[in-house]
T-cell receptor, first 111, second 111 residues
Framework: DTAVSQTPKYLVTQMGNDKSIKCEQN?????MYWYKQDSKKFLKIMFS???????INETVPNRFSPKSPDKAHLNLHINSLELGDSAVYFC??????????FGSGTRLTVV | GESVGLHLPTLSVQEGDNSIINCAYS??????FIWYKQESGKGPQFIID?????DKRQGQRVTVLLNKTVKHLSLQIAATQPGDSAVYFC??????????FGTGTRLTIIP
């Protein structure tokens, strides 16, 4: 029973397309996150939601829009995809920072 | 500024030996630190954490040491096994729910 699950695991798409990545957690955590990992393995936070409210919004192009329909779900929608968006995107959740748990990642390739 | 850095990007250790992975951080206000292990194709997995009011914490085969004077964190893995081969990240937090990650160290266990 996966704690933090994201779909799809792989996503290959053309430049200019719009795509979404979904994330769900069954840990009862109150905070969810999106992180981006680049080709050099560097992990950087993009967004954080606490009980459906946006609390962290790093310097991310506004083509990226997170949506949290409830505290167990945090989806990431990306408009007008660019080559530089290719990366692995990780969803994570925590209970006020503790128990920080990551999903297995979505590898996005923009061609 | 905020940064968490690692001294060595790669580390090779003979199976059965102990390994030490180092991490330097620059924010003296950081009060919580976590070590993560990331295996190929997977998300970061929690290993051990430590709060700034401690200087040492032990888990199963792992020990984290925190030296606040020089803003240095280390992860010691005892009696390394092939399954310990992975990329290891340190991460810091300073009062919000965002983790700032270091660049990662790739640990390779030589049979």
């Amino acid at each position: 029973d996966t704690a933090v699950s994201q779909t799809p695991k792989y996503l290959v798409t053309q430049m200019g397309n719009d795509k979404s990545i979904k994330c769900e957690q069954n840990l009862g955590h109150d905070t969810m996150y999106w992180y981006k990992q680049d080709s050099k393995k560097f992990l950087k936070i993009m967004f954080s939601y606490n009980n459906k409210e946006l609390i962290i919004n790093e310097t991310v192009p506004n083509r990226f829009s997170p949506k949290s329909p409830d505290k167990a779900h945090l989806n990431l929608h990306i408009n007008s995809l660019e080559l530089g968006d290719s990366a692995v995107y990780f969803c994570a959740s925590s209970l006020s920072l503790y128990g920080y748990t990551f999903g297995s990642g979505t590898r996005l390739t923009v061609v | 500024g905020e940064s968490v850095g690692l001294h060595l990007p790669t580390l090779s250790v003979q199976e059965g030996d102990n390994s030490i992975i180092n991490c330097a951080y620059s924010n003296s206000a950081s009060d919580y630190f976590i070590w993560y292990k990331q295996e190929s194709g997977k998300g970061p997995q929690f290993i051990i954490d430590i709060r700034s009011n401690m200087d040492k914490r032990q888990g199963q085969r792992v020990t984290v040491l925190l030296n606040k004077t020089v803003k240095h964190l280390s992860l010691q893995i005892a009696a390394t096994q092939p399954g310990d081969s992975a990329v290891y990240f340190c991460a810091e937090n300073f009062g919000n729910e965002k983790l700032t990650f270091g660049t990662g160290t790739r640990l390779t266990i030589i049979p």
